[in-house]
């Protein structure tokens, strides 16, 4: 078996394939078809300090290659989190990315302090939903708020802090900076791209909660622009994200920068759509002589 494993932030990812957080859960589903614990990580549903049931319904629909979602961070809260969802990760042998969501900028430090305590393996900050009233996008989308939050994260807990950044921007390289600075371990990039769809008939948005945020095929090639641009910007690892449903997609996203990737909405097509591509990406290796750091950030542009 060729060796596939990364290093992010001195945690050892047995290979480059993670899931990204909304699209999984907490495994336990996905875990019934298959292993967990030969992903490279699991990325926690959003967490809040207090459980949230999210929007109101409809709040998922289906585009041209891709989705349009506003579930609003519907979770069990960090307290249940750690007492029932972790232990279930941590026993199946899966390295856990506990992705958190405050309201404030003292709610995500008081989780990350819940959270130091744990066998949680890193922490991601989630700066970057578009379909939260308060938090979210409104903090990923500010430079000073990327810092404050990422200081303040960082003086709260050992733990490796991933911080996740909005495609909502003029300029992601500028965000990615402000969290380098601010001490983070590891930026992890796209989440999803603020969108809309409106019933002809009703004259109404399809969503209740009006807009949503897009995700799938659709959005890779934005999402390797933008990785591509924070390797430019920063030293930090980066887990890519954005519409990988293939092997080759992952080392297109490696070749933009990516030491990881993670997959989203494809698990939701196919139960079994991250673990094809760790088992392709193990065949694309083997047969290429290559291992994962010579390909991450080897594009050679014009
Ligand atoms: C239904 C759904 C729920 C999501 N929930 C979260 C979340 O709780 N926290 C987060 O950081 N990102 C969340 N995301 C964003 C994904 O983690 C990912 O960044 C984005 O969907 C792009 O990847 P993809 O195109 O492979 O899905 C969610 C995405 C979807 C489709």
Do not use: H, W
Not at 66 to 83: A, H, M, R, W
Not at 223 to 241: Q, S
Request: net charge negative.
């Amino acid at each position: 078996m060729v060796d596939m494993s990364v290093n992010i932030a001195g945690v050892t990812l047995k290979n480059p394939v993670t899931v990204a957080s909304g699209c999984f859960a907490f495994g336990r589903e996905y875990n019934e078809f298959y292993p967990i614990s030969e992903l490279g990580a699991v990325s926690s549903k959003g967490l809040t300090y207090q459980k949230r049931l999210g929007n109101d319904a409809p709040r998922i629909t289906e585009t041209p290659m891709g989705l349009l979602n506003s579930v609003g961070l519907q979770n069990p809260g960090i307290e249940d989190f750690v007492k029932y969802e972790l232990p279930f990760m941590k026993e199946v042998g899966a390295t856990v990315i506990a992705n958190i969501a405050g309201k404030t900028v003292s709610e995500f430090a008081k989780m990350a302090e819940i959270l130091d305590e744990t066998e949680v393996d890193m922490i991601e900050l989630n700066v970057s939903c578009p379909n939260v009233a308060s938090g979210g996008m409104a903090f990923g989308v500010s430079c000073d708020a990327v810092s404050e939050i990422t200081s303040l994260v960082r003086k709260s807990t050992k733990k490796p802090v991933i911080v996740k950044l909005s495609p909502n921007v003029t300029s992601v390289a500028d965000i990615a900076r402000a969290a380098e600075s601010a001490g983070a371990d590891c930026i992890s990039l796209i989440n999803t791209l603020l969108g809309m769809r409106i019933n002809i008939n009703t004259r109404r948005p399809i969503l209740k909660n009006n807009t949503g945020g897009l995700s799938g095929p659709a959005v890779f090639p934005v999402a390797v622009r933008m990785v591509r641009d924070v390797y430019k910007a920063v030293k930090l690892p980066i887990i890519g994200m954005g519409g990988i449903t293939t092997a080759e997609d992952a080392v297109e996203m490696m070749i933009a920068g990516a030491t990881a990737v993670s997959v989203g909405s494809a698990n939701l097509a196919d139960p079994y759509a991250a673990y094809s591509i760790v088992n392709e990406l193990a065949e694309y290796f083997e047969k290429n002589n290559l291992k994962p750091s010579d390909i991450t950030g080897s594009l050679i542009e014009y």
